[in-house]
Protein backbone atom coordinates (compact mmCIF):
# COMPACT_ATOMS: atom_id res chain seq x y z
CA UNK A 1 0.00 0.00 0.00
CA UNK A 2 1.04 3.52 -0.86
CA UNK A 3 2.53 5.28 2.02
CA UNK A 4 0.26 8.58 3.00
CA UNK A 5 2.40 11.89 2.22
CA UNK A 6 1.41 14.29 4.92
CA UNK A 7 2.25 17.97 5.86
CA UNK A 8 2.93 18.98 9.26
CA UNK A 9 1.24 22.80 9.70
CA UNK A 10 2.72 24.74 12.51
CA UNK A 11 5.94 24.24 14.26
CA UNK A 12 5.83 26.46 17.46
CA UNK A 13 6.02 24.37 20.63
CA UNK A 14 3.67 21.81 19.60
CA UNK A 15 3.81 20.97 16.16
CA UNK A 16 7.59 19.29 16.13
CA UNK A 17 5.81 16.92 18.42
CA UNK A 18 3.86 15.74 15.82
CA UNK A 19 6.66 15.96 12.93
CA UNK A 20 8.84 13.55 15.31
CA UNK A 21 6.01 10.66 16.15
CA UNK A 22 5.06 10.74 12.65
CA UNK A 23 8.66 10.56 11.72
CA UNK A 24 8.33 7.42 13.57
CA UNK A 25 4.82 5.80 12.18
CA UNK A 26 4.29 3.15 9.69
CA UNK A 27 2.88 3.64 6.39
CA UNK A 28 3.33 7.84 6.21
CA UNK A 29 5.79 9.81 4.69
CA UNK A 30 6.76 13.59 6.30
CA UNK A 31 6.67 15.28 3.06
CA UNK A 32 6.05 19.17 3.44
CA UNK A 33 6.08 21.13 6.88
CA UNK A 34 4.52 24.75 7.08
CA UNK A 35 4.86 27.70 8.89
CA UNK A 36 5.16 31.49 7.93
CA UNK A 37 7.95 31.71 10.67
CA UNK A 38 11.38 31.56 8.98
CA UNK A 39 13.00 30.39 13.06
CA UNK A 40 9.67 28.08 13.30
CA UNK A 41 11.34 26.23 10.37
CA UNK A 42 14.75 26.27 10.29
CA UNK A 43 15.34 23.63 13.33
CA UNK A 44 12.71 21.23 11.77
CA UNK A 45 14.31 21.93 8.06
CA UNK A 46 18.21 21.14 9.73
CA UNK A 47 16.67 18.02 11.44
CA UNK A 48 14.94 16.60 8.58
CA UNK A 49 16.63 18.01 5.41
CA UNK A 50 14.20 15.35 3.38
CA UNK A 51 11.20 17.70 4.29
CA UNK A 52 10.03 20.39 2.35
CA UNK A 53 10.02 23.40 4.36
CA UNK A 54 7.50 26.46 3.19
CA UNK A 55 5.98 29.49 4.35
CA UNK A 56 2.74 29.75 2.79
CA UNK A 57 -0.03 27.72 3.70
CA UNK A 58 -1.89 28.32 0.08
CA UNK A 59 1.00 26.69 -1.86
CA UNK A 60 1.09 23.60 0.48
CA UNK A 61 -2.73 23.06 -0.11
CA UNK A 62 -2.79 23.87 -3.91
CA UNK A 63 0.66 20.58 -3.81
CA UNK A 64 -1.04 17.47 -5.16
CA UNK A 65 1.81 15.29 -3.72
CA UNK A 66 -0.35 16.20 0.17
CA UNK A 67 -2.41 13.33 1.02
CA UNK A 68 -3.29 15.25 4.12
CA UNK A 69 -2.13 17.75 6.90
CA UNK A 70 -1.69 17.73 10.50
CA UNK A 71 -2.88 21.55 11.96
CA UNK A 72 -0.65 22.60 14.73
CA UNK A 73 -1.36 26.69 14.58
CA UNK A 74 -3.41 28.64 17.02
CA UNK A 75 -6.88 27.21 18.27
CA UNK A 76 -8.67 30.78 16.56
CA UNK A 77 -7.05 29.38 13.09
CA UNK A 78 -8.32 25.86 13.77
CA UNK A 79 -11.82 26.22 11.99
CA UNK A 80 -10.48 28.07 8.18
CA UNK A 81 -7.19 26.39 8.11
CA UNK A 82 -9.28 22.78 8.23
CA UNK A 83 -11.98 23.91 6.19
CA UNK A 84 -9.51 25.42 3.45
CA UNK A 85 -7.84 21.91 3.41
CA UNK A 86 -10.94 20.15 3.15
CA UNK A 87 -11.84 21.81 0.33
CA UNK A 88 -8.59 21.16 -1.44
CA UNK A 89 -9.02 17.47 -0.76
CA UNK A 90 -7.01 16.71 2.03
CA UNK A 91 -7.74 14.39 4.72
CA UNK A 92 -7.00 16.48 8.33
CA UNK A 93 -5.92 16.46 11.71
CA UNK A 94 -6.32 19.34 13.55
CA UNK A 95 -5.55 19.97 17.42
CA UNK A 96 -8.40 19.90 19.87
CA UNK A 97 -10.82 21.99 20.47
CA UNK A 98 -11.68 21.32 16.72
CA UNK A 99 -13.32 25.13 16.21
CA UNK A 100 -14.31 27.67 18.68
CA UNK A 101 -17.95 26.93 18.15
CA UNK A 102 -20.04 23.78 17.71
CA UNK A 103 -21.77 24.82 14.26
CA UNK A 104 -18.15 25.51 12.81
CA UNK A 105 -17.02 21.72 13.83
CA UNK A 106 -21.00 20.59 11.97
CA UNK A 107 -19.82 22.48 8.70
CA UNK A 108 -16.22 20.67 9.09
CA UNK A 109 -17.70 17.49 9.55
CA UNK A 110 -20.48 18.24 6.72
CA UNK A 111 -17.58 18.72 4.33
CA UNK A 112 -15.08 15.70 5.54
CA UNK A 113 -18.51 13.58 4.68
CA UNK A 114 -19.04 15.25 1.32
CA UNK A 115 -15.72 14.78 0.24
CA UNK A 116 -14.94 11.25 2.20
CA UNK A 117 -12.32 12.98 3.73
CA UNK A 118 -11.12 11.93 7.72
CA UNK A 119 -11.69 15.15 9.81
CA UNK A 120 -9.73 13.91 13.13
CA UNK A 121 -9.60 16.69 16.33
CA UNK A 122 -6.41 16.16 18.11
CA UNK A 123 -7.72 14.57 21.52
CA UNK A 124 -4.66 12.73 22.99
CA UNK A 125 -5.75 12.15 26.29
CA UNK A 126 -7.99 9.03 24.52
CA UNK A 127 -4.70 7.36 23.17
CA UNK A 128 -3.19 7.73 26.85
CA UNK A 129 -2.68 3.66 28.19
CA UNK A 130 -3.97 4.88 31.88
CA UNK A 131 -7.48 6.48 29.88
CA UNK A 132 -7.62 3.58 27.90
CA UNK A 133 -7.53 0.90 30.63
CA UNK A 134 -10.23 2.68 32.45
CA UNK A 135 -12.56 2.48 29.17
CA UNK A 136 -11.59 -0.75 29.14
CA UNK A 137 -13.02 -1.12 33.14
CA UNK A 138 -15.74 0.69 32.69
CA UNK A 139 -16.75 -1.37 29.38
CA UNK A 140 -16.38 -4.70 31.19
CA UNK A 141 -18.68 -3.53 34.06
CA UNK A 142 -15.56 -3.76 36.38
CA UNK A 143 -17.11 -0.91 38.83
CA UNK A 144 -21.16 -1.84 38.53
CA UNK A 145 -23.41 1.00 38.19
CA UNK A 146 -21.36 4.33 38.11
CA UNK A 147 -22.56 6.64 40.73
CA UNK A 148 -20.30 10.06 40.49
CA UNK A 149 -17.00 11.30 39.08
CA UNK A 150 -14.78 13.62 40.17
CA UNK A 151 -12.25 15.68 37.73
CA UNK A 152 -9.29 17.60 38.97
CA UNK A 153 -7.35 19.97 37.16
CA UNK A 154 -5.43 22.58 38.83
CA UNK A 155 -2.10 24.16 39.64
CA UNK A 156 -0.53 27.33 39.58
CA UNK A 157 -0.62 27.65 35.55
CA UNK A 158 0.17 30.08 33.12
CA UNK A 159 -2.80 32.75 32.47
CA UNK A 160 -3.55 32.47 29.02
CA UNK A 161 -5.00 35.91 27.40
CA UNK A 162 -6.68 34.79 24.90
CA UNK A 163 -8.83 31.73 26.44
CA UNK A 164 -10.56 30.93 29.90
CA UNK A 165 -9.69 28.05 32.12
CA UNK A 166 -12.98 26.41 30.71
CA UNK A 167 -11.29 26.05 26.79
CA UNK A 168 -7.72 26.22 28.44
CA UNK A 169 -8.11 23.35 30.41
CA UNK A 170 -11.36 21.61 30.18
CA UNK A 171 -11.04 19.96 26.45
CA UNK A 172 -9.04 17.09 28.39
CA UNK A 173 -11.68 16.27 30.62
CA UNK A 174 -14.57 16.87 28.88
CA UNK A 175 -12.98 14.54 25.77
CA UNK A 176 -12.27 11.76 28.73
CA UNK A 177 -15.75 11.75 30.01
CA UNK A 178 -17.75 11.52 26.48
CA UNK A 179 -14.98 8.27 25.51
CA UNK A 180 -15.91 6.72 29.28
CA UNK A 181 -19.20 7.65 29.44
CA UNK A 182 -20.60 9.40 26.59
CA UNK A 183 -22.16 13.29 26.81
CA UNK A 184 -24.07 14.41 29.57
CA UNK A 185 -27.57 15.44 29.72
CA UNK A 186 -27.05 18.97 30.87
CA UNK A 187 -23.83 21.02 32.19
CA UNK A 188 -24.16 24.06 35.28
CA UNK A 189 -20.93 25.99 35.99
CA UNK A 190 -19.85 28.91 38.35
CA UNK A 191 -16.66 30.87 38.50
CA UNK A 192 -14.63 33.41 38.43
CA UNK A 193 -11.57 35.90 37.50
CA UNK A 194 -9.90 35.66 40.46
CA UNK A 195 -6.36 37.95 39.85
CA UNK A 196 -8.56 40.40 37.35
CA UNK A 197 -6.67 39.12 34.63
CA UNK A 198 -9.78 39.59 32.32
CA UNK A 199 -10.05 35.94 32.28
CA UNK A 200 -11.96 33.11 34.10
CA UNK A 201 -8.68 31.54 35.79
CA UNK A 202 -11.04 29.04 38.32
CA UNK A 203 -14.11 27.06 37.15
CA UNK A 204 -16.26 24.72 38.82
CA UNK A 205 -18.51 22.52 36.30
CA UNK A 206 -21.59 20.10 37.63
CA UNK A 207 -22.80 17.55 35.10
CA UNK A 208 -25.59 14.94 34.99
CA UNK A 209 -25.09 11.65 32.71
CA UNK A 210 -28.45 9.81 31.40
CA UNK A 211 -28.27 7.18 33.46
CA UNK A 212 -28.15 9.66 37.01
CA UNK A 213 -24.28 9.69 37.09
CA UNK A 214 -22.90 13.14 38.68
CA UNK A 215 -19.95 14.26 37.37
CA UNK A 216 -18.49 17.25 39.07
CA UNK A 217 -15.04 19.10 37.25
CA UNK A 218 -12.53 21.52 38.64
CA UNK A 219 -10.27 23.84 36.73
CA UNK A 220 -7.88 26.37 37.85
CA UNK A 221 -4.66 28.23 37.45
CA UNK A 222 -4.38 29.01 40.81
CA UNK A 223 -3.75 25.83 43.28
CA UNK A 224 -0.51 25.76 45.33
CA UNK A 225 0.29 22.21 43.68
CA UNK A 226 -0.36 20.34 40.24
CA UNK A 227 -3.61 17.96 41.04
CA UNK A 228 -4.48 15.50 37.55
CA UNK A 229 -6.64 13.62 39.75
CA UNK A 230 -10.29 11.74 38.50
CA UNK A 231 -12.16 9.70 40.84
CA UNK A 232 -14.83 7.17 39.58
CA UNK A 233 -16.81 5.60 42.20
CA UNK A 234 -19.23 2.60 41.16
CA UNK A 235 -21.23 0.17 42.71
CA UNK A 236 -18.70 -2.29 42.54
CA UNK A 237 -15.26 -0.54 42.54
CA UNK A 238 -13.65 2.48 42.48
CA UNK A 239 -10.80 4.01 40.57
CA UNK A 240 -8.35 6.99 41.09
CA UNK A 241 -6.61 8.08 38.02
CA UNK A 242 -3.71 10.38 38.78
CA UNK A 243 -1.29 11.16 35.98
CA UNK A 244 1.18 12.84 38.26
CA UNK A 245 2.03 9.66 40.39
CA UNK A 246 4.30 6.35 39.17
CA UNK A 247 0.66 4.10 39.79
CA UNK A 248 -1.74 6.27 37.76
CA UNK A 249 -4.40 3.72 38.18
CA UNK A 250 -5.63 2.17 41.08
CA UNK A 251 -8.40 0.01 41.71
CA UNK A 252 -9.89 -0.02 44.89
CA UNK A 253 -12.65 -3.21 45.78
CA UNK A 254 -14.19 -0.43 48.43
CA UNK A 255 -17.96 0.00 48.11
CA UNK A 256 -21.14 -0.01 51.07
CA UNK A 257 -23.68 -2.34 50.80
CA UNK A 258 -27.46 -2.34 52.17
CA UNK A 259 -27.89 -5.59 53.77
CA UNK A 260 -31.42 -7.47 53.64
CA UNK A 261 -33.13 -6.80 56.95
CA UNK A 262 -33.71 -9.54 59.67
CA UNK A 263 -36.86 -7.88 60.54
CA UNK A 264 -39.05 -4.72 59.32
CA UNK A 265 -37.00 -1.48 59.59
CA UNK A 266 -33.57 -2.84 60.88
CA UNK A 267 -31.53 -1.98 57.84
CA UNK A 268 -27.68 -1.91 57.89
CA UNK A 269 -25.11 -0.94 55.90
CA UNK A 270 -22.00 -3.23 55.22
CA UNK A 271 -18.63 -1.85 54.24
CA UNK A 272 -16.28 -3.60 51.62
CA UNK A 273 -12.62 -2.67 52.18
CA UNK A 274 -10.72 -5.24 49.93
CA UNK A 275 -7.57 -5.11 47.54
CA UNK A 276 -6.50 -2.33 46.22
CA UNK A 277 -4.66 -3.15 42.32
CA UNK A 278 -2.25 -1.18 40.59
CA UNK A 279 -2.89 -2.51 36.89
CA UNK A 280 -0.33 -2.79 34.52
CA UNK A 281 -0.22 -0.05 31.56
CA UNK A 282 1.13 -0.09 28.06
CA UNK A 283 3.90 1.94 27.78
CA UNK A 284 2.79 3.33 24.19
CA UNK A 285 3.30 7.16 23.74
CA UNK A 286 -0.37 8.56 23.45
CA UNK A 287 1.06 11.10 20.58
CA UNK A 288 2.34 8.27 18.35
CA UNK A 289 -1.01 6.17 18.60
CA UNK A 290 -2.73 8.76 17.53
CA UNK A 291 -0.64 9.73 14.95
CA UNK A 292 -0.96 6.20 13.88
CA UNK A 293 -4.78 6.30 14.47
CA UNK A 294 -5.05 8.96 11.97
CA UNK A 295 -2.92 7.32 8.96
CA UNK A 296 -4.76 4.22 9.93
CA UNK A 297 -7.72 5.93 9.07
CA UNK A 298 -6.99 7.78 6.42
CA UNK A 299 -5.61 4.73 4.41
CA UNK A 300 -8.57 2.51 5.47
CA UNK A 301 -11.57 5.26 5.36
CA UNK A 302 -12.52 4.31 9.41
CA UNK A 303 -13.26 6.48 11.79
CA UNK A 304 -10.97 7.66 14.28
CA UNK A 305 -11.13 7.12 18.06
CA UNK A 306 -10.56 10.82 18.27
CA UNK A 307 -13.32 11.27 16.08
CA UNK A 308 -15.28 14.22 14.56
CA UNK A 309 -18.61 13.88 16.39
CA UNK A 310 -16.62 13.08 19.65
CA UNK A 311 -14.59 16.38 19.01
CA UNK A 312 -18.03 18.20 18.15
CA UNK A 313 -19.25 17.39 21.52
CA UNK A 314 -16.30 18.45 23.48
CA UNK A 315 -17.04 21.97 21.85
CA UNK A 316 -20.68 21.50 23.01
CA UNK A 317 -19.83 20.95 26.53
CA UNK A 318 -17.67 23.81 26.25
CA UNK A 319 -20.44 26.22 24.93
CA UNK A 320 -23.17 24.97 27.76
CA UNK A 321 -20.49 25.57 30.08
CA UNK A 322 -20.05 29.06 29.28
CA UNK A 323 -23.87 29.41 28.56
CA UNK A 324 -24.05 28.57 32.17
CA UNK A 325 -21.55 30.86 33.36
CA UNK A 326 -23.02 33.65 31.72
CA UNK A 327 -26.46 32.83 33.02
CA UNK A 328 -25.54 32.09 36.76
CA UNK A 329 -24.93 28.69 37.22
CA UNK A 330 -28.33 28.04 35.66
CA UNK A 331 -28.32 24.34 34.37
CA UNK A 332 -27.57 24.01 30.25
CA UNK A 333 -28.84 21.41 28.23
CA UNK A 334 -26.69 19.34 25.76
CA UNK A 335 -30.27 17.64 24.36
CA UNK A 336 -32.15 20.47 22.50
CA UNK A 337 -32.53 20.81 19.01
CA UNK A 338 -30.61 22.86 16.50
CA UNK A 339 -32.23 26.55 17.06
CA UNK A 340 -33.91 25.69 20.27
CA UNK A 341 -31.78 27.89 22.64
CA UNK A 342 -33.15 29.24 25.27
CA UNK A 343 -32.23 30.99 28.46
CA UNK A 344 -32.06 30.38 31.60
CA UNK A 345 -34.85 32.61 32.87
CA UNK A 346 -37.25 30.52 30.16
CA UNK A 347 -38.88 27.78 33.05
CA UNK A 348 -41.38 26.81 30.69
CA UNK A 349 -39.40 23.95 29.69
CA UNK A 350 -37.40 21.84 32.22
CA UNK A 351 -35.39 19.25 32.36
CA UNK A 352 -35.81 17.47 35.47
CA UNK A 353 -37.15 20.10 37.00
CA UNK A 354 -34.25 22.78 36.18
CA UNK A 355 -34.23 25.78 33.38
CA UNK A 356 -32.64 25.01 30.31
CA UNK A 357 -29.94 26.65 28.03
CA UNK A 358 -30.19 24.31 25.23
CA UNK A 359 -27.71 23.68 22.65
CA UNK A 360 -27.08 22.12 19.60
CA UNK A 361 -27.70 18.46 19.42
CA UNK A 362 -24.62 15.76 18.41
CA UNK A 363 -24.66 13.55 15.51
CA UNK A 364 -24.15 10.36 17.83
CA UNK A 365 -21.38 10.24 20.20
N1 LIG B 1 -2.74 17.66 22.25
C1 LIG B 1 -1.98 18.29 23.15
O1 LIG B 1 -1.67 17.72 24.19
C2 LIG B 1 -1.52 19.68 22.88
C3 LIG B 1 -0.49 20.24 23.64
C4 LIG B 1 -0.09 21.55 23.35
C5 LIG B 1 -0.70 22.27 22.32
N2 LIG B 1 -1.70 21.68 21.63
C6 LIG B 1 -2.40 22.42 20.54
O2 LIG B 1 -1.48 22.70 19.50
C7 LIG B 1 -1.84 23.91 18.85
C8 LIG B 1 -0.63 24.82 18.78
O3 LIG B 1 -0.21 25.15 20.08
P1 LIG B 1 1.27 25.68 20.35
O4 LIG B 1 1.41 25.79 21.82
O5 LIG B 1 2.25 24.90 19.56
O6 LIG B 1 1.18 27.17 19.72
P2 LIG B 1 2.39 28.09 19.22
O7 LIG B 1 1.86 29.49 19.26
O8 LIG B 1 3.63 27.76 20.00
O9 LIG B 1 2.64 27.65 17.71
C9 LIG B 1 1.76 27.96 16.66
C10 LIG B 1 2.57 28.03 15.36
O10 LIG B 1 1.64 28.21 14.28
C11 LIG B 1 2.30 29.04 13.35
N3 LIG B 1 1.37 29.64 12.40
C12 LIG B 1 0.63 30.77 12.52
N4 LIG B 1 -0.04 31.01 11.38
C13 LIG B 1 0.24 30.00 10.53
C14 LIG B 1 -0.13 29.73 9.18
N5 LIG B 1 -0.96 30.48 8.48
N6 LIG B 1 0.38 28.61 8.60
C15 LIG B 1 1.23 27.81 9.27
N7 LIG B 1 1.64 28.05 10.54
C16 LIG B 1 1.15 29.14 11.16
C17 LIG B 1 3.02 30.06 14.20
O11 LIG B 1 4.04 30.74 13.46
C18 LIG B 1 3.56 29.20 15.32
O12 LIG B 1 4.86 28.72 15.02
C19 LIG B 1 -3.00 24.50 19.66
O13 LIG B 1 -4.18 24.18 19.03
C20 LIG B 1 -2.93 23.76 20.99
O14 LIG B 1 -4.21 23.61 21.57
C21 LIG B 1 -2.10 20.41 21.86
Known amino acids: MAPVNIAVVGLGYWGPNLVRNLWETDRVQVVAVC ?4 RARGPIARRYPSIRAVASYEDLLADEDVDAVAIATPVHMHFAMARAALLAGKHVFVEKPMAGRSQDCLELMALADERSLVLMPGHTFLYSPPVRKIKKLLDDGELGELFFATFSRVNLGIHQSDVSVVRDLGPHDFSMLLYWLG ?27 PNGALVHMEFSWLAPTKLRRTVLVGSGKMVVYEDTSPEQVRVFDRGVEMIEPQSFGEYQLSYRSGDVLSPRLDADEPLRLEMQDFVDCVASGETPVSS ?3 GYSVVQMIEATENSLTFNGSPCSLGAEPGEQRQAGDRRRS ?6 VGRLAAPGV
Open 35 to 38: DPNP
Open 308 to 310: AAL
Open 183 to 209: KPTFVRAIGRDAVGSGQLDVAFVDMGL
Open 351 to 356: DGGMPV
